[in-house]
């Protein structure tokens, strides 16, 4: 059974990095014809696709955040990572990672086969 665990700090700084990480078990990042994904949900707001990483490591991004995101990953390790740079209160969110087979589109929201419990980060001084 593929399990998702999302990791990192619950509160960053306005302008500072937001960092997390995604850990995968019981199935490989790197399973063909598959993609993980950053999706993120702000109070009040439906859950928003942020970017992914196929299985290839070819990556991609929403355009309202390809300037300030950054997915990396670790096949050693099995996980994969979400840098945000230049966070706003606006950034603050409940932040999944998900699984899904890669196709021509990211959405809708219940293509994904595998969710991580989310993870609060507040974006706050």
């Known amino acids: 059974q593929v399990q998702l665990q999302e990791s990192g700090p619950g509160l960053v700084k306005p302008s500072q990095m937001l960092s997390l990480t995604c850990t995968v078990s019981?199935?490989?990042?790197?399973?063909?014809?598959?993609?993980w994904s950053w999706i993120r949900q702000s109070p009040g707001k439906g859950l928003e696709w942020m970017g992914a990483?196929?299985?290839?490591?070819?990556?991609y991004y929403s355009p309202s955040l390809q300037s300030r995101a950054a997915i990396s990953r670790n096949t050693s390790k099995n996980l994969f990572s979400l840098q945000l740079n230049s966070v706003t209160p606006e950034d603050t969110a409940v932040y999944y990672c998900?699984?899904?087979?890669?196709?021509?589109?990211?959405?809708?929201?219940?293509?994904?086969?595998?969710w991580g419990q989310g993870t609060q980060v507040t974006v706050s001084s």
């Open positions: 998900a699984g899904a087979t890669y196709g021509s589109s990211w959405f809708p929201f219940t293509k994904y086969d595998y």
């Open positions: 019981g199935g490989s990042i790197t399973t063909t014809y598959y993609s």
């Open positions: 990483r196929a299985y290839d490591g070819n990556t």
